[in-house]
Every structure is written in structure tokens, then in C-alpha cells.
């Protein structure tokens, strides 16, 4: 006969969330955005604070 284990449901998420995502964790010379960064290159300036100036405005011909 099986030995019950009295946990408590706190204690089952906890066990459950870190094995779930223990799985999950990759290594960083796996994860395949690490290749893209820092092959761009700009002239310093803001241009993360005005995003949608540069991504939505009209292009000169």
C-alpha cells in the first residue's frame, strides 16, 4: 500500500510550477534571439521613446 503524504495545496502548486517550468528554462546560447542583438546599429537617439513616429510616419519619396 502506497504511503500518503499529507501536503498542503500551497505546497502541490509550488512543487508543480517548478517543475513545469524548470523544464522550460533555456540556455541562453540556445535561445535564438540572443543571435540578433546588437546587429543593429543608430546614432543614439530615443527613438524607443518615439517608436510609432518612426514606424507609422509617412516615408518621403
Known amino acids: 500500500m502506497p504511503k500518503k503524504v499529507k501536503n498542503s ?4 502548486i509550488r ?5 513545469k517550468f524548470s523544464k ?13 542583438i546588437g546587429i ?3 546614432d ?9 513616429r518612426f514606424l507609422y510616419a509617412k516615408r518621403k519619396k
Open 9 to 12: 495545496i500551497l505546497q502541490i
Open 15 to 19: 512543487e508543480f510550477l517548478s517543475e
Open 24 to 36: 522550460q528554462v533555456m540556455k541562453t546560447k540556445e535561445d535564438s534571439v540572443w543571435s540578433i
Open 40 to 42: 543593429g546599429s543608430g
Open 44 to 52: 543614439g537617439s530615443p527613438v524607443a521613446r518615439e517608436h510609432d
